[in-house]
């Protein structure tokens, strides 16, 4: 199966798991694949639709075929190993660079996980349950990983992305990094991050799946902006 048309996306908006997936899809010409947004606010994403995808009640939700594959960083894996000849090539052939790029894909999941501990801590956390001591260690992970980032930023060419060419690692990494801005990242404090957010966003394959209410209101939150 090659045709986009076997494919379907179950997806949310402004969610990094599903824009890497869509990144990964328009990088890989994969346009006309069969999709749905899903509102998080409204409990779409816990519906019988989903969960008889996902049954973790969580987007994306994806489909190839008769082949489930739902974690995010697996989906463009497999997107990019079933449709190697098509598209843009998302592997660097040189074993260093694959190395710095699944490196920084792994990477990339820590930082989600920080960021989320920190931009989602109300949400998950039932009011009387949270603490300011738990707020500042998250903030304090988050900003000691944003360094480490700064740090390998550092070390990347000046205008070039993480393991060479543009790869998977920058699929699965660049999301997190435009959320961070969405919430309120200073480029002042985070200026290597800031240069790749501005090297990347106009990225076709970005600015295409760039998510829609982001576009609607480009004014963000402040969460992060004393980090």
């Known amino acids: 199966m090659s045709s986009a048309k076997s494919i379907s996306l179950l997806w949310g908006a402004g969610s990094p798991p599903c824009w890497r997936v869509m990144i990964t899809l328009q990088e890989k010409k994969l346009q006309g694949y069969k999709h749905k947004l899903l509102s998080f606010e409204k409990g779409e994403h816990k519906s019988q639709e989903v969960l008889k995808i996902n049954p973790r009640g969580q987007l994306p939700a994806f489909k190839h075929g008769d082949n489930i594959v739902n974690e995010s960083t697996a989906a463009c894996l497999y997107l990019e190993d079933q449709f190697k000849s098509q598209g843009n090539k998302l592997l660097p052939d040189s074993p260093a660079e694959q190395a710095l790029m699944y490196q920084c894909m792994m990477e990339g999941l820590t930082l989600a996980d920080k960021l989320n501990a920190v931009i989602y801590y109300d949400w998950i956390v039932p009011e009387e349950e949270r603490h300011e001591s738990a707020v500042k260690r998250n903030k ?46 200073s480029a002042g404090c985070y200026p290597k991050l800031a240069k790749y957010y501005s090297l990347l966003k106009d990225r076709p394959s970005i600015k295409t799946s760039w998510p829609p209410h982001w576009q609607a209101s480009p004014q963000g939150y402040d969460i992060l902006k004393d980090l």
Do not use: M, Q, T
Not at 142 to 166: I, R, T
Not at 172 to 185: C, Y
């Open 140 to 185: 304090e992970a988050l900003a000691a990983e944003l360094k480490l980032w700064e740090g390998y930023l550092h070390n990347v060419a000046a205008g070039s992305y993480l393991a060479g060419a543009f790869s998977l690692a920058d699929v699965v990494v660049f999301p997190n990094i435009a959320f961070a801005f969405r919430f309120g990242l």
